[in-house]
């Protein structure tokens, strides 16, 4: 007996030992990276060493293809694709697309980038591909980096298209515009008088009364709701179109510009 017990903790011991060898095996083969802000492709093929800085022999994996001025990817299977390459894209930030647009490979770009700007000089710009009128809402295909003269870029351009894809209009914008990010705003999903249902949770307890809204409201915005049966007002944070959440489950939903003028008046 003694000696099967000896015999089975030396076993036991041999597989610990193969399967830390393995992990370490498995987390040398993988490479730390990081996603390239606003990344480009110059054929229309993404590939790793597009999105990712020091893609290595990873560089010219393929996965993903565009076909207009700029491509969406789902950040997930973008970070799938890379650990099956050897990358490790720990996404910390929580990104869940990745937006891709035409333009020159990043050692190029860096180069026009660190040109002294000169009067008359063109630089590149995020524009509306189309006209958009009030109140709609900014798709991948309706931006795309061009070249504009230097006086027509607003100081206040975003840096990424994902900051402005998903927001509306706050007046008409031409085809050819520069986006300007004064010109945009979250949409609007609740205007004043309508119906909304407001959703109370609190510890697994959760209410639906219907009410009156007493204000437009965007997403994340806290908006008064009328309760036409008790004639009491309610606060509930707006988070779709004709629906409000409140209770505890609010703070959690609310826009980061609300929070932040509540902390401001503390």
Same mark, same amino acid.
């Given at each position: ?8 903790? !030396? ?25 390239? $802000? ?22 010219? !994996? ?23 390459? @050897? ?10 697309? !990745? ?16 040109? $002294?700007?000169?009067?008359?000089? /063109? ?42 894809? @998903? ?32 959703? *109370? ?9 219907? @009410? ?12 008064? !709701? ?26 959690? /939903?609310?826009? $980061? ?5 509540? *902390?401001?008046?503390?």
């Amino acid at each position: 007996m003694k000696r099967l017990l000896k015999t089975v903790t !030396i076993l036991m011991g041999a597989s610990a030992l193969a399967v830390s060898a393995f992990a370490m095996d498995a987390q040398a083969q993988t490479r730390a990276v990081n996603l390239i $802000p606003s990344p480009t492709d110059a054929d229309g093929q993404i590939t790793l060493g597009d999105l990712f800085e020091g893609a290595g022999t990873a560089a010219n !994996i393929v996965v993903g293809r565009r076909s207009g001025p700029s491509a969406v990817l789902d950040a997930a299977q973008v970070q799938i694709a890379a650990r099956r390459a @050897g990358l490790d894209w720990a996404n910390t930030a929580g990104i869940r697309r !990745i937006i891709v647009r035409e333009g020159a490979p990043l050692a190029v770009q860096s180069a026009m980038a660190s040109a $002294p700007a000169r009067a008359g000089a /063109m630089v590149e710009a995020l524009t509306f591909t189309r006209s958009l009128s009030a109140g709609e809402v900014v798709q991948p295909e309706d931006v795309m980096w061009t070249q504009v003269q230097a006086h027509l870029a607003p100081v206040s351009g975003p840096q990424d298209a994902a900051e402005i894809i @998903g927001l509306s209009a706050r007046r008409p914008l031409r085809a050819g515009q520069a986006v300007n990010a004064r010109d945009l705003a979250s949409p609007q999903v609740i205007a004043r008088n309508d119906m909304v249902e407001v959703l *109370y949770q609190d510890n697994g307890i959760e209410l639906t009364i219907t @009410g009156r809204a007493q204000r437009n409201a965007t997403m994340g915005d806290t908006v008064s !709701i009328l309760n036409l049966q008790s004639n009491r007002t309610i606060e509930a944070v707006a988070v779709a179109p004709g629906r409000a959440i409140a209770g505890p489950a609010a703070r959690m /939903m609310r826009s $980061p510009s609300t929070r932040s003028n509540q *902390y401001a008046a503390r």
